[in-house]
Structure formats: C-alpha cells, structure tokens
C-alpha cells in the first residue's frame, strides 16, 4: 500500500494548493540526482513524492483520496505509477521541464572511481596514510585535453550546429515532453576537432594509472568508505572530475574482538591465581598494560580498562578494553601437585564457595552471556 501522500509530502491535510506545490518542489530538489547523487534511494524517493504531488495537485483525485483512501483511487481508474517511466532525469524533465536536470545540458562531469585498501587494527586504531593506486581517466596531455591533433583546427558541430545539445520531442503520459540532450557527436561542447588527436583519438582524455596517499582517520570501522571529492575520473573538457572511493578494510586481529569503539579479548587465568588474585599484564593495541584480578574472580567475568580501545571516530573519547577472565583448571597434575590439591579441596568449605549470584546469573555467565 503507498504511503499517506500528505505524509509524503509533510504537509497538512488542509494545505492549500500552493503549499502542496511548494513542499514538492523542495522535496524535488532536495531529491534532485545534482544534490543527492550517492543517495540509492532518491530516485524511489522522488517517485513517491511525485505520485504523492499527482495526487494532491487535482482537486478531484484529492477529494476522492480524502475520502476513499487510495483503495479509491484505485476503483476510480486513477492510481498515479511513475515505475518504469524511465530515467529519474527524464521524471524531472517532465515535472520541471526540460533542463530541470542542471540547466544546460553539457560535457559530462567525470564518472566516480572506488579502491578498497586493507589495514590492520593497530593502524586503524592510531590513524594512517596509505598509498591506493587505480586507473584514472586523465586528461590527455598530448592534445590538452581538446581532442585535437596539436596544430590543427577545430570546427563547429554539424550535428547539433554549434550549441552542443539536440532536441527530441517524446509523447508521455504526462502530454507531450521536450527533452534536450546533449550531442552524440560533440559530446556538449559544440565543436569537434577536424583532426582528432592520435593518443586519445579525439576523446580528450586517457586512462593512466594513478597513485594517491590517502589519510585514513584514527578510529575508522570496517567497510566504512572516504570519499575525495574530485580524486575520481577526469570530465569531458570543462566539466568536473568524478570523486574518488576508498573502501576501508580492517583485517581481523586474533587476539581482539571489536564492538563499536570497544575491544574485547580473552585472558587465560590459572583457578588458584583467580583465587589469589594479583597483577596481571595484558595485550593492548599500543603493547601490554597492567590490570588488577580481584581475588576470587569468577569465570567469565570481565575486566574493564577504560581508555584502552578503539578511538571514537567523532569523539574524543576512546573506547574501552574488555578482558574476559577464562578460568583455566590445571590438568595432568603432578604426584605433588595433586596432594596440595587434595589438600585444598578436603580444606574447602561452604563459606569458600557461596555467592551472591543466583542460579541463572551463574547459568548465564556459564553460556558466556556478557550482556548484564
Ligand atoms: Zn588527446
Ligand atoms: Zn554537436
């Protein structure tokens, strides 16, 4: 079932005729492919707002939906469907008119390029520089990018006499449509080289390898992506550059889980030390550091140090270390060995082993429950 058109436009149901077409207007160009080319979901998105505006811009559709829902609509023959009516550009050419897709049409901006880098946890907790290498579409230095054979001339369009875009007329159902496209021959610049140039056989432009450093922020998480703005493939001649991708990839570390800012790691611990108590060392992303077992530590039990995780990406502040004690019963005792733990054990009374832990609290720790 379509959402509430009133919802999908954040008016009320008293709206005007006027606010309803504002409110699609800003949505339409908050949705506009310019403004939101990395948002997957604009163009679904803008159709929704459009079946919503198709809707509420007819006075007869927007009493029949006011009273009947869109279950009448539907009975009444009349449920606005922008699926597969093609390209969103051409969805907002017909709202808006040609052009509404970035004014005048032109050479193309250069298309967005992705590298993915893999580092280890130590890196991506500190912060790195690391070196990503891709084929670039540059521009192409023998011509400068013109497409010309140095020395000779270039000449106005004949396809489209100069201006860089044809028109094509189409029928739709929303009435006749204009639509203005940019030149198949001249690509929108409205001239092309009589002689086109030998390395770039008049395109302008050339794929090289292309080496970058790119700063990788202190705290960054698994398959999040940094974006550099104009890093990406070279535009037609006087057209902008694509952007440039980098997907992080943290390898796993074996001896630390991590969960959002926080690391966890698992410390081995003898029965009678977790008895005892003591000073233990254990690994962090820096080396070792000391951490306090309280006497009569239980199995499973977690030990915090506070600060010793991962940085927060936003965030001064950095995440904690979690250390799980695992409380390991010595096997295959000595003859010695075994007396004093015969010893112990015949020593032990109630008072040694009670708790203030319920049955389920002891059950859970057993299954290896962390949550509190
Ligand atoms: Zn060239
Ligand atoms: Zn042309």
Redesign the pocket.
Known sequence: MPRDPYEVLGVSREASAQEIKKAFRLLARELHPDVNAHDPDAEEKFKEAAEAYEILSDEERRATYDRYGHEGLRSGGYAPNFEGFGSIGDLFNAFFGAGAMGGRPGPAQGGDAAVAIEIDLASAAEGTTSQVSFDAIER?E??HGN?AEPGTPIETCERCGGSGQLQAVTRTMLGQMVRTMVCDTCHGEGRVPKQP?R??RGR?R?ASKRTLDVEIPAGIADGQRIRLSGRGHAGEPGAPAGDLYVVVHVRDDERFLREGDDLITVLDVAAPLAALGGTLEVPTLEGHASIELPPGTQPGEVLTLRGAGMPALKRSRRGDLRVVVNVVVPRRLTDEQRELMEQLNASLSEENLRSHESVFAKLRRALGSQAA
Do not use: E, F, P
């Open positions: 192409c023998h011509c497409g140039c390395r770039c302008g050339v």
